[in-house]
């Protein structure tokens, strides 16, 4: 099926050639000319070959001819990529043009010549019939996802996961087998993300295995999953001790994916740390038996194909919006001849109903697609899916092809992915006046719509949405992707392939124990490679750095480089010699400078240095780099200097950082001329700003497509620091209106600029205020769209402005969902408005009161969780609001003795399910438990050394040193804390 994407690289070349002033440079007469008429024949060969492509023909002669014309359209890319790299070399350096590359331009003539002779040989050989052009679907699909026919199994494995069956281990072990898309890790999501379950385990964690199954790099898998820690082992035995420890006292929920392992002992071996509190699960997918009975002490459920009915239903869900087939009743035959095909399998049916979905109601197309030869096929790949492949636009098969070089449960982002798209130039013609990042997005989000991708976890504020590809989509990648693609790891073996090594164009590796020097080194034959990725490393691939020394020199024509090991000490110098790259990633190594080589990468579009914690620094010569669109510097703490002439790289989209200098350092006014900047900005060094105009020409408001802003002032304030002159420069800094985040830090004025109080903001959800000593006042209350406020070290702040107290009245709706408040020593009092669902208080010495909002318009508080601490004269939290607070669900008052003597004892909220108390002063059968609400789960009790050790819960006296005691009939747990 490699064809397509052959044809697809094809057009994609000779439209360059079309369109390059390459051509013009050339001298030669008569080339334009020629070129059209290549273009109209490929058009023409292109719609035969994807009508050879549903034949399935077996032709060698017609697959060599196939592989022939790709490899010399590579050639012809390489070649012309030489002459625009050195033609903006030479412009860069003012220098002239001879008449040396008369002998590189003398290859254009003779490779059109040759690819007219292919395409007349093609025409002889594979004239099949119909010159009509496909059409190209670019309809998107509706996102939603629907799962039909699986209530009942839901329903029966959320009993067993919320049950308390019988086992002989402290963990139970939940099996779900079935065919390979027959919905397994849908299930299971279903059941990981169900309210119950959430309510029910305290720590959760799910792992893709897959059929690589290594004890050490699953442990580590599950390590970092439960606990969200990022963290280096020496060895199984302490990684095996850390996993317990974490475990031991939880009730804990762990998902294992995709489980092939049939080896007994390797299981036990992983199982081992494996215990937490009675009632903690394991939940296994797999697609064999025998997998679930090394693994399962119990029966496991066999998932099976959907039902006729179901699978019907999901059919006309997926092709038509509807839950069957009753306004359609001519195309309900084929229909039913279709769903029989799919073998009741989820995602073959909703793969081939997305195909017909862009075709309408046409009973033409429907049948035409029925009686396709496709599913005839004896290969391993489902019918349904080379179906939904061969419908593909032409430009997206070669960008779904690409994805083979990621090994199976590979997560990856949407921006990552689109960059390297762009970086091998599958984006080169932007529609219209979209860019190709966004040309990019589009493509991403209709291959996901088409479930070639699926979405595996969401995003935060602090990561971005990851996807996956299904274990046989990604079998349908490699199949159609041919033999300039190849992934390394430890299983494969790399002898005997001396021929397929030098045709390799692009090569990816999983950094894993098994691949050794020597199999890497077996690169040199390959010459003319492109990509040379790195994904998914387990552990620190220490070889690479004296590979890489020897390697690079030999790959010239690469255009993707990603070294992403923490192995990685030292950037190579010879990257330098790579003039055709487009993407380099150093990303989460151990480099101290990315090298001053770089600098002469003029093609150079993507730079990703993020998490380079002992990054010091970037090339002086920066400023070369005129191509550049993305540099990725977040987290780099080392990194302290912005290259000068950082302003000049107008093309810049992505800028995460910038360091303001005096003197002949990098000035905020250089931000002037990058209006093309988007996404995150942090602008760190404000106290350096000497002269408020200079803010001004920085032009952060023209910048419409920055979403986050950070503006750091230095830590330090002495006397350098002048209040007014940075209230000046602050006001000067006016953010575009449309930001969703603001962050302030260390800002030394007394009240915030006059664009702050007015309604500057159209979508800003997140501010943020922390560590800005001299400021007295502040109001929120006009930004209407604000979600979550955080104000964090002001010792000086009395007032957040009275306008908050009015959040949510009738003339604006407010969705300010989360309040944190943090060492705000003056600040004596906080209303809080009713739509606020989280509020925490901490260190706020001199709060005497909290209470909620009130006027006549206000609805019912969405309070849900409420943690006040360390705020030693708050007397009134609530008060008689307290029992109004239906929605409050967790309730922590810590530290906060003068509440004892004012707390509404036994006024409790009525749905409160945990509560955690202290620290106490007064008999504990003073605070009303005998009152407390029904839905209580959990209590903790925290007692000082007053001596109070018990108290009466409906007649039970309860001694709170003592580790025996009788529960309440409504109550799960009561911790003890002193």
């Known amino acids: 099926m490699a064809e397509i994407v052959v044809t697809a690289a094809v057009t994609v070349l000779l439209e360059n050639l079309l369109s390059s002033g390459l051509i013009k440079l050339s001298g030669f007469e008569g080339i334009e000319s020629q070129l059209k008429d290549l273009q109209t024949t490929w058009k023409f060969i292109d719609a035969l070959l994807a009508d050879a492509s549903e034949k399935q023909i077996t032709d060698r002669s017609v697959n060599v001819w196939l592989q ?323 419908d593909l636009p032409s430009q997206l098969k070669q960008l779904f092809a690409y994805c083979c070089l990621f090994p199976k449960d590979y997560e990856f982002n949407k921006k990552e992915l689109v960059l390297l798209w762009m970086a091998e130039g599958f984006l080169n013609h932007p529609k219209g006046n979209m860019s190709m990042e966004s040309v990019g997005f589009e493509y991403f989000e209709e291959l996901q719509a088409r479930s070639f991708f699926q ?68 690169l040199h034959r390959s010459t003319r490679l492109r990509t040379f990725l790195t994904v998914s490393s387990d552990y620190s691939l220490y070889i690479l750095d004296d590979v890489l020394v020897d390697l690079l020199p030999q790959l ?171 209230y000046d420069v602050f006001e000067m800094l006016r953010p575009p209106s449309k930001l969703n985040q603001l962050n302030i830090r260390n800002y030394g004025g007394m009240k915030f600029p006059s664009w702050f109080v007015g309604p500057s903001f159209e979508k800003l959800t997140k501010l943020s205020i922390d560590h800005c000593p001299n400021l007295v006042e502040l109001s929120v209350g006009l930004i209407s769209t604000l979600e979550y406020l955080l104000i964090y070290d002001c010792k000086k702040l009395v007032s957040i402005g009275e306008n908050e107290v009015n959040v949510g009245s009738s003339n604006r709706k407010s969705v300010l969902t989360e309040v944190r408040l943090s060492h705000c020593d003056a600040l004596e009092s906080y209303s809080c408005a009713n739509s606020v669902e989280k509020l925490w208080i901490e260190d706020c010495n001199s709060m005497t009161s909290v209470s909620m909002s009130t006027t006549l318009q206000e609805p019912p508080s969405s309070l849900r969780s409420l943690q006040v601490c360390d705020c030693k004269n708050l007397k009134s939290l609530f008060h008689e609001q307290l029992q109004s607070l239906t929605s409050l669900e967790e309730m922590t008052i810590r530290w906060c003795k003068k509440m004892d003597d004012t707390f509404p004892c036994g006024l409790w909220p009525p749905n409160l399910r945990k509560i955690d108390i202290g620290v106490l002063k007064k008999p504990m059968s003073e605070w009303g438990l005998q009152n407390y609400p029904t839905s209580l789960v959990e209590l903790t009790l925290r007692a000082d050394n007053s001596g109070v050790t018990s108290f009466a819960v409906e007649g039970n006296e309860m001694n709170v040193a003592s580790t025996s005691f009788l529960l309440p009939p409504f109550l799960t747990s009561l911790t003890n804390s002193d």
């Open 68 to 390: 022939d014309l790709r490899g010399v359209a590579y050639d012809m890319e390489d070649v012309l990529d030489n002459m625009a790299t050195e033609t903006m070399r030479r412009n860069f350096n003012d220098e002239s043009h001879g008449t040396g590359e008369v002998s590189v331009f003398n290859i254009i003539p003779t490779f059109l010549t040759n690819m007219a002779d292919i395409a007349d040989n093609f025409m002889y050989v594979g004239v099949l019939g119909s010159s009509k052009l496909p059409t190209e679907q670019k309809s998107l699909i509706d996102k939603s996802k629907v799962v039909f026919g699986r209530e009942a199994d839901q329903e029966a494995l959320l009993n067993k996961l919320l049950g308390d069956e019988a086992c002989n281990q402290n963990v139970s072990i939940i099996s779900i087998v079935g065919l390979g898309g027959v919905g397994k890790t849908t299930l299971a999501q279903l059941l990981y993300n169900n309210g119950k379950v959430i309510d029910e385990f305290d720590l959760k964690g799910w792992v893709c295995v897959s059929e690589e199954f290594d004890v050490l790099t699953i442990s580590n898998k599950i390590y970092q999953a439960v606990t969200g820690e990022n963290k280096n082992f020496v060895n199984l035995d302490q990684l095996r001790v850390a996993l317990q420890e974490k475990l031991s006292n939880k009730r804990f929920l762990l998902v294992l994916d995709d489980v092939w392992n049939e080896d007994q002992d390797k299981w036990e071996v992983l199982e081992k740390p494996l215990k937490g509190v009675p009632g903690s699960k394991i939940i296994v997918t797999t697609r064999k038996t025998t997998v679930a009975s090394v693994m399962n002490y119990v029966e496991p459920y066999d998932l099976r194909i959907l039902s006729d009915n179901d699978a019907l239903s999901l059919f006309a869900k997926s092709a038509l919006d509807e839950h069957n087939f009753d306004k359609h009743q001519s195309l309900i035959s084929v229909a039913r001849l279709i769903t029989e095909k799919c073998k009741g399998l989820p995602l073959a049916l909703i793969a081939i109903g997305r195909v017909l979905k862009g075709k309408g109601n046409d009973e033409y197309e429907w049948d035409k697609l029925l009686k396709s030869e496709i599913w005839s096929s004896n290969d391993s790949i489902l019918p349904t899916l080379k179906l939904s492949y061969y």
């Open 455 to 522: 979405q595996h976890s969401a995003g935060n504020e602090y990561t971005e949405p990851k996807y996956t590809m299904h274990d046989l989509m990604n079998d349908l990648a490699i199949s159609v992707a041919g033999d300039f693609f190849y992934f390394l790891d430890a299983k494969m073996d790399v002898n005997g392939r001396n021929e397929a090594f030098e045709k390799f164009r692009y090569f990816s590796y999983l950094g894993q124990r098994g691949v050794e020097s020597a199999k890497l080194k077996q």
């Open 556 to 726: 010239q024509f690469m255009r993707v480089l990603s070294l992403t090991l923490d192995s990685i000490r030292d950037a190579p110098r010879s990257v330098g010699v790579l003039k055709h790259l487009r993407y380099l990633n150093f990303s989460r190594t151990d480099i101290k400078q990315v090298p001053e080589e770089v600098s002469e990468l003029y093609n150079l579009q993507t730079l990703l240095v993020s998490y380079c914690f002992k990054l010091t620094s970037l090339p002086e010569s920066f400023h070369k780099l005129i191509n550049l669109r993305h540099l990725d510097m977040t987290y780099t703490p080392s990194l302290k200097k912005t290259p000068i002439g950082m302003g000049g790289l107008t093309s810049l989209q992505t800028l995460s950082k910038v360091i303001i200098e005096r003197g002949n350092g990098f000035k905020v006014s250089d931000l002037k001329d990058m209006l093309n900047l988007q996404g995150q900005l942090v602008i760190e060094g404000l106290e350096k700003v000497t002269d408020p105009q200079q803010a001004k020409d920085a032009n952060l408001e023209g910048k419409k497509g920055l979403v986050s802003l950070d503006m750091f002032w230095s830590h330090v304030f002495d006397d350098s620091r002048d209040s007014i002159l940075e």
